[in-house]
């Protein structure tokens, strides 16, 4: 399968899925579970910040489409894709995966901690971003911060769920030809 394919196959199955299942699921009104933005963390690292930034405002404006949002998710989406460069290379040595892999991945990433840590701070930013977009206030900062932490939480164990289930083959690759 090209690419082009994958990405576009990825990306219409992270908006289904959260459209069409998760959006139908009422774990309570603290708790909301999203996965669809794990398609911006599972581009390539070799991709560009403004091509990033660009694919999440396409893939925000059309889980804000479905949603009858005026912008939340793509506010949120757009706030990962540029802060993902920084945390990768914060968590990646200069001469790490992401000149020897595609993606981000436990593998890639060398392990179950980075690939936690990475995971999990742009989940809670990407959390925190959208329900004070929500929100518009800081009126009651226990409900939005347990709200952000619960639905953290959730979504960052549904990102490990679909990492084990949906494991992505990644080759090695070498500098030799």
């Keep these: 399968m090209s690419t082009l394919l994958k990405y576009i196959f ?20 603290m708790v909301t579970p999203y996965i669809y933005f794990l398609f911006i963390l599972w581009l390539p690292f070799n991709m560009g910040r403004t091509q990033q930034m660009l694919i999440a405002f396409a893939l925000g404006i059309t889980l804000d ?7 939340f998710h ?3 989406c757009v ?12 968590l990646i040595p200069q001469e790490g995966a992401d ?3 595609d993606e981000p991945s436990f593998k890639s990433m060398g392990g179950i901690a980075p690939y ?3 995971t999990g701070v742009l989940t809670f930013i990407h959390h925190s971003w959208l329900f004070l977009l929500e929100a518009w206030q800081f009126g009651n900062i226990w409900y939005f911060l347990v709200k952000t932490l619960l639905s953290s939480v959730l979504s960052l164990l549904l990102i490990i769920i679909t990492e084990l289930m949906f ?6 690759r070498t500098n030799t030809v």
């Design 10 to 29: 990825r990306f219409a199955m992270f908006i289904g899925v959260q459209v069409f299942v998760l959006d139908k699921v009422h774990v309570h009104q």
């Design 167 to 172: 494991a992505r083959k990644q080759k090695f």
């Design 65 to 71: 489409s479905f949603r009858h949002h005026p912008g």
């Design 74 to 76: 793509t506010a949120a």
């Design 116 to 118: 936690l840590i990475f």
């Design 79 to 90: 706030m990962i894709a540029y802060i993902r460069p920084y945390l990768i290379n914060l």
């Design 99 to 101: 000149s020897n892999y």
